[in-house]
């Protein structure tokens, strides 16, 4: 069915350690993967998306790769820094919508 | 991107009533979608709507609790209906931004509706 399976539900990082969000979907013609990030409060902010012609999507910190055999994309995030903390959700397109993750609360500790 | 704005930002209403949102952008766009997402979770798609045409619901949703207008490319409301302490959640419009309609897409900061 439609599934966007994300992992972990918390991550909790020492300041300038890396930080891992994996994403599995379920739709081999999905084409298209963001990666949102929502401060609390705040409306979700796309930071990045990949597509599938690509394997590796890098902008500064933070970079996404594709694994279209395996049906799985992550999330990387280098260099944490408090600021960075926030519940991380990725998507997938299914039959015209994004179908979200259930999210990655993510905690950089000073 | 798009400059999108929500109105109202937030609001408490009494259990029966109704409560139109509105969802505003800076620049024409086909497709509009309305989400919520309840506190802690993650986003639900309410509908996609097409100006022009009527939305598209998503199962569990219904027209009559949740009616949509669309009556140009730069402006959409969705209402809630009858309202329930169940309907308190966080309400979210967002663009379609990309040559597919549905990619790239960019929310609206939210309306954060109580229901008592």
């Known amino acids: 069915g439609e599934n966007v399976e994300q992992h972990p539900s918390t991550l909790s990082v020492q300041e300038g350690d890396s930080a891992v969000i994996k994403c599995t979907y379920s739709d081999s013609a999905s084409n298209y993967f963001p990666w949102y990030k929502q401060e609390l409060g705040k409306r979700p902010q796309l930071i990045i998306d990949?597509?599938?012609?690509?394997g590796e999507k890098k902008d500064q910190r933070i970079a996404v790769t594709l694994n279209k055999t395996a049906k799985h994309f992550s999330l990387h995030i280098t260099e944490t820094q408090p600021e960075d903390s926030a519940v991380y959700f990725c998507a997938a397109p299914l039959t015209g919508k994004l179908i979200f993750g259930q999210g990655t609360t993510l905690q950089v500790k000073p | 991107s798009a400059v999108i704005s929500q109105k109202p930002s937030r609001d408490i209403c009494q259990r029966g009533t109704s409560l139109t949102i509105q969802c505003q952008v800076d620049?024409?766009?086909?497709?509009m979608f309305w989400y919520r997402q309840q506190p802690g979770q993650s986003l639900t798609l309410i509908a996609t709507?097409?100006?022009?045409?009527?939305?598209?619901?998503e199962s569990g949703f219904v027209i009559d609790k949740f009616p949509i207008s669309r009556p140009n490319l730069t402006f959409s409301t969705l209402t809630v209906s009858n309202m329930s302490p169940e309907d308190s959640s966080i309400y979210l419009c967002?663009?379609?931004?990309?040559?597919?309609?549905?990619?790239?897409?960019?929310f609206g900061p939210g309306t954060r509706l109580l229901v008592l």
């Open positions: 709507a097409n100006q022009g045409s009527e939305a598209t619901y």
């Open positions: 620049s024409q766009v086909t497709m």
């Open positions: 967002s663009v379609g931004t990309g040559a597919v309609y549905q990619e790239t897409q960019y």
């Open positions: 990949i597509r599938s012609n690509v």
